[in-house]
């Protein structure tokens, strides 16, 4: 099965963008959600009473500790397939310097086309 976060062919722009773009956000939903979860543990644990049962105790930090474990290899697993790690630091220049040029020639072309529906 092939890891949907995979980056491994080419794109056209507007759909790279979209797609890193969506990488982000995932990650930051991510780290936010584990956040959250470290929030509701603390609380959780701080709320446990004195002579509760021992056993469902350590099964919910058993809980606890495996939903962290696995959130914190899923936010692993979304740095990992950020764009730019497989590219070296030209690499990325490049991209950044292709990427400027084709955003200046856009601007030029809106510009004419405001010009143009002046007319």
Known sequence: MQ???????????????????????????????????????????????VGQDQIKLKENQQEIVQDVVKKAKQIEILIDNLPGLRNTEQEQFDMIKELNKEMQEANLEYIKAVEDAGR
């Open 3 to 49: 890891n949907p976060l995979s980056y491994e062919k080419e794109e056209p722009l507007e759909v790279a963008t979209s797609i890193n773009m969506d990488r982000l956000t995932q990650l930051q939903d991510a780290i936010d959600e584990m956040a959250r979860m470290f929030a509701n543990s603390v609380e959780f644990l701080n709320r446990v009473q």
